[in-house]
């Protein structure tokens, strides 16, 4: 009968003998564990970064055509964009630091320059030196603006904006000349208004002033019915003449948070913008 040669028995305390290339492939699990994960750029919230700047872009074709009224609607629609970008990106989970430096990017083109060409070209124009003076105050103001923002998120309190928020003062100039195309008044009889409003909001971006930021408003909670009623109310009234309805509102919103710090100031509690507490920072809102 034949026989065949016994596997023989490993000594005890002796590890069993490895597979061939071993080291090879623990090698590279070791290098694909240490690999840092790549930076994405997430298409998505980007898209609609992307259209934001397409119509601060167009506002300012428009302005340099004459045609005022698309100017000033492109400007709302980039604001409209603005504030959905980084929702949906919360939402979607896709968050990233080169979103958070475009979105900025593109909010200096839509909220800083293109208000201020706007509103040059349409009043400021005719004071000369003064004109485009207060025009450079405004686009500075919304670069320093934007600038403090991405620094001082970490320790501003997330209820308040520290200065005008730049959609803000960009639907503020380009709500008053909205306004005014449709009244049919030219804007070379208003050029000192221009001036004003294209200082203070300009200077207004700058400021300490704390305006409220509706951060803190819980959209998953529920409401009475009343709220509802009040916002479908909010939407009727601005669709019955929205050039009319929408440069109030706004012009509500500027002066609010000097008010607001008025009254807290006289009783002796004025607002505090930076945070006391150590409270966790939501990195998903710069972007």
């Keep these: 009968m034949p026989q065949f040669p016994r596997r023989r028995p490993n000594p005890i305390g002796k590890a069993p003998k490895k597979p061939r290339f071993s080291k090879f492939m623990r090698q590279q699990g070791a290098d694909a564990a240490s690999k840092p994960r790549p930076r994405g750029i997430y298409l998505l919230p980007n ?7 397409f119509c601060g872009f167009y506002a300012i074709v428009m302005a340099m055509n004459q045609r005022f009224e698309h100017a000033a609607w492109a400007i709302f629609v980039a604001m409209v964009l603005d504030g959905l970008d980084g ?18 990017l593109s909010d200096m083109v839509s909220f800083g320059a ?6 040059y070209e349409w009043s400021l124009r005719g004071l000369g030196k003064l004109g485009w003076i207060a025009a450079f105050v405004y686009c ?24 005008l928020p730049s959609p803000a003062a960009a639907a503020l100039v380009a709500g008053f000349v909205l306004m005014m195309v449709d009244l049919e008044v030219p804007g070379i009889s208003l050029p000192w ?10 200077l207004t971006m700058v400021t300490n002033v704390p305006f409220y930021s509706f951060k803190d408003v819980n959209f998953r909670k529920s409401v009475p019915f009343i709220a509802v009623f009040l916002i479908a109310l909010g939407f009727a009234l601005v669709s019955i003449d929205p050039p009319k309805v929408l440069f109030p509102i706004f012009v509500a919103y500027g002066i609010s948070g000097y008010i607001v710090y008025f009254i807290r ?14 409270e966790p920072v939501d990195q998903s809102e710069r972007r």
């Excluded at 898209?47 to 700047?53: K, P, Q, V």
């Excluded at 293109?114 to 509103?119: F, G, H, R, S, T």
């Design 114 to 119: 293109a208000p201020a060409l706007v509103i």
């Design 47 to 53: 898209a609609f970064t992307t259209g934001a700047l």
């Design 87 to 104: 929702r949906i990106a919360r939402l979607t989970n896709t968050q990233s630091e080169f979103g958070a430096q475009y979105d900025s």
């Design 265 to 278: 100031l006289a009783k002796g509690k004025p607002v505090s913008i930076v945070q006391t507490a150590h």
């Design 193 to 202: 208004v221009s001036w004003v409003i294209a200082l203070f909001a300009g």
């Design 140 to 163: 500075a103001g919304a670069a320093l603006r934007l600038a403090r923002f991405n620094t001082n998120i970490e320790v501003v309190d997330k209820r308040f904006f520290q200065g």
